[in-house]
């Protein structure tokens, strides 16, 4: 026989195997499938006001998809958030007109819409929004509502900067005129803006500074640079100003409302000056308290234009969402020039996760925080709420 003759069968052999058809699946055994899964779908969490109330009517969502930008908007990614009264209010409905929550934040930028020209992905930045909505993972703002985070800032201290300071700074510059030798009296002074105000006083040569707080705050308020801290707890802060000042002082920053404005009022010198900013007076409960709200239109301060010509004294109000953009955007450039030179140093009370914005808030509303409360989008440990600085 020949070569060709004894490979005759294996060449058959190997076409028949060639042409067979793929084994088929027996009865129990499953096709096999390709190990490779889909990619997850891109979600973000958000802080949102659920209803008005108390500190369960904040939720985390989880909202799904990423943001669509239109022309001039950003994408930022959220590294940290600020906790503000004004929060506080809204969830209450003291603040009707707002329905959403976070005014300040700061993080890095992570995509452009058409036509943004001077941001580019990768910067840090700072946020404002006035109208809140910033407590996300992600948020879409404009370039006109962000600042650039100068090198060595941190996102904690670019979070604790912005609201406190720029309040603290135009009502002590551009509506009290602050000047050396002169008297300053602060109230709630460990809080963020009270902080944020006695630093910012200390730029003037010879101040002095009364500061109202808890006795356990006095020693952080004074290394702060309060000359004269007072319980208000347990001591008359107007008789006790008058102890150290009987002249009076020439400028009065009041968050409190109610009572405390005729108090403040009367503890001015001549051509003194009373910045009203707020009214946590009203405050007293997790929900709205109609009883605070009624004690405080009551015992309102109230007078007339010969009475205040008469008494040669000043009467402030200042709500920062009404003040010119330009005019924020001006103080907000001379506040990060102090924050490099190291004239201020915002300071972080605690930070606490997205999903601890309820305790969060009662820290705040319960006046435990001595300086600035923030907010994160990571689940933080059981001791997230521990001094950051």
């Given at each position: 026989?020949?070569?060709?003759?004894?490979?005759e069968?294996e060449?058959?052999q190997?076409q028949?195997?060639?042409e067979a058809?793929?084994?088929?699946?027996?009865p129990n055994?499953?096709p096999?499938?390709?190990?490779?899964?889909?990619?997850?779908?891109?979600?973000?969490?958000?802080?949102?006001?659920?209803?008005?109330?108390?500190?369960?009517k904040v939720?985390v969502?989880?909202?799904?998809g990423v943001?669509?930008?239109?022309a001039?908007?950003i994408?930022?990614?959220?590294?940290?958030?600020?906790?503000?009264?004004?929060?506080l209010l809204?969830?209450?409905?003291?603040?009707?007109?707002h329905?959403?929550l976070?005014?300040?934040?700061?993080?890095v930028?992570?995509?452009?819409?058409?036509?943004?020209?001077?941001?580019k992905?990768g910067d840090?930045?700072?946020?404002?929004?006035?109208d809140?909505?910033?407590?996300?993972e992600?948020?879409?703002?404009?370039?006109?509502r962000?600042?650039?985070?100068?090198e060595?800032m941190?996102?904690?201290d670019?979070?604790?900067?912005?609201?406190?300071?720029?309040?603290?700074?135009m009502?002590i510059?551009d509506f009290?005129?602050l000047?050396?030798?002169?008297?300053?009296?602060?109230?709630?002074?460990?809080?963020?803006?009270?902080i944020?105000a006695?630093?910012?006083?200390?730029?003037v040569?010879?101040?002095?500074?009364?500061?109202?707080?808890?006795?356990s705050?006095?020693?952080t308020?004074?290394?702060n640079g309060v000359s004269?801290p007072?319980?208000?707890?347990?001591?008359d802060?107007?008789?006790?100003?008058r102890?150290?000042?009987?002249?009076g002082?020439?400028?009065?920053?009041?968050?409190?409302g109610?009572?405390?404005?005729?108090k403040?009022?009367?503890?001015?010198k001549p051509?003194g000056k009373?910045v009203l900013?707020g009214s946590s007076?009203?405050l007293?409960?997790?929900?709205?308290?109609t009883?605070?709200?009624?004690k405080?239109?009551?015992?309102?301060?109230?007078i007339?234009a010969?009475?205040?010509?008469?008494?040669?004294?000043?009467?402030?109000?200042?709500?920062?969402k009404n003040?010119d953009?330009?005019?924020?955007?001006?103080?907000?450039?001379k506040l990060i020039?102090l924050y490099?030179?190291?004239?201020?140093?915002?300071?972080v009370?605690?930070?606490?996760s997205?999903?601890?914005?309820?305790?969060?808030?009662?820290?705040m509303?319960?006046?435990k925080?001595i300086?600035?409360i923030?907010?994160?989008p990571?689940?933080?440990t059981?001791?997230a709420?521990?001094t950051?600085?």
């Open positions: 026989m020949t070569g060709e003759e004894i490979k069968p060449e058959q190997q028949q195997e060639q058809p793929p084994p088929q699946p027996q055994e499953q096999k499938e390709d190990s490779k899964e889909p990619a997850p779908e891109a979600s973000y969490k958000a802080v949102v006001l659920a209803g008005i109330g108390g500190y369960d939720k969502e989880v909202r799904k943001p669509v930008l239109k001039g908007e994408l930022v990614r959220v590294h940290a958030c600020g906790l503000n009264f004004t929060d809204v969830r209450q409905g003291v603040i009707s007109k329905t959403y976070g005014t300040e934040c700061a993080g930028v992570e995509a452009l819409g058409d036509d943004v020209t001077d941001r992905v840090k930045v700072i946020v404002l929004n006035l809140g909505g910033l407590w996300a992600l948020v879409v703002t404009t370039v006109a962000t600042f650039l985070m100068p060595g941190s996102f904690q670019a979070a604790a900067l912005s609201i406190n300071y720029l309040v603290a700074y009502m510059y009290a005129n000047r050396p030798n002169q008297k300053i009296l602060i109230h709630m002074a460990a809080g963020g803006v009270g944020a006695t630093q910012l006083c200390k730029l040569k010879d101040v002095t500074i009364f500061g109202t707080a808890s006795a705050k006095h020693e308020i004074k290394e004269h007072i319980d208000y707890n347990t001591l802060y107007a008789e006790e100003v102890k150290i000042a009987p002249k002082v020439d400028i009065v920053l009041d968050p409190l109610g009572a405390d404005n005729t403040g009022f009367g503890l001015l051509l009373l900013y007076n009203i007293t409960a997790p929900k709205r308290s009883l605070a709200a009624a405080i239109w009551w015992h309102k301060l109230s007339d010969f009475q205040l010509i008469n008494s040669n004294k000043a009467v402030c109000g200042f709500q920062l003040a953009p330009e005019q924020i955007a001006d103080v907000f450039g020039s490099s030179e190291g004239k201020i140093k915002p300071k009370d605690s930070v606490w997205f999903e601890q914005i309820g305790d969060a808030m009662r820290h509303q319960e006046h925080n300086g600035k923030l907010l994160v990571e689940v933080k059981a001791d709420t521990a950051e600085n």
